[in-house]
């Protein structure tokens, strides 16, 4: 049985295809971790604020005060690193798998890797990290409008 000019020509749009959606996979799943990561995030901050919150509530004097505000303060520190060393490491793994992605199709088209010499991999990886960046730009941003002196207004209570 001889093979039409046809077949081939499906063949390789089969591969093209596979290829695409292996690289969509990819890409949804590393924005799957990424949100994960956020979600995790914020629950643990929203639960240390409101344990924090009522430990300065229940704080005597103000060295205690000092204490509390002095290890919330490097807990955070610690915590927004952790954060953004696992949002690196899911942008830098999903890279990982494109990568992997186009060479297995490289492969598979009977081309080497120097097939993809062409591909700008450098670019693609730091668009991937201007991605993380502006996200951690716009969280920095966040934080210190919210710490901002005039967003604290004192509450007036009324004298008994």
């Not at 000092?66 to 290890?71: D, I, M």
Request: aromatic share 10%.
């Amino acid at each position: 049985m001889t093979s039409k000019p046809e077949d081939s020509v499906m063949q390789a749009w089969k591969k093209q295809c596979d290829t695409s959606l292996r690289m969509m996979e990819t890409v949804i799943e590393g924005a799957t971790k990424i949100r994960e990561a956020q979600l995790e995030a914020a629950s643990f901050a929203h639960a240390d604020a409101e344990a924090t919150r009522k430990a300065i509530a229940a704080a005597t004097d103000p060295s205690q005060l000092l204490r509390l505000q002095t290890e919330w303060a490097r807990a955070n520190v610690e915590k927004s690193f952790a954060y953004w060393r696992s949002i690196y490491q899911t942008a830098m793994e999903t890279n990982a798998e494109l990568v992997k992605c186009l060479y297995s199709a490289a492969a598979v088209a009977g081309a080497g890797p120097e097939a993809l010499t062409g591909v700008d991999f450098d670019a693609s990886r730091q668009a991937l990290l201007g991605v993380v960046d502006g996200a951690y730009k716009q969280w920095l941003d966040s934080v210190q409008r919210f710490y901002k002196p005039e967003f604290y207004k004192p509450v007036e209570r009324a004298s008994a």
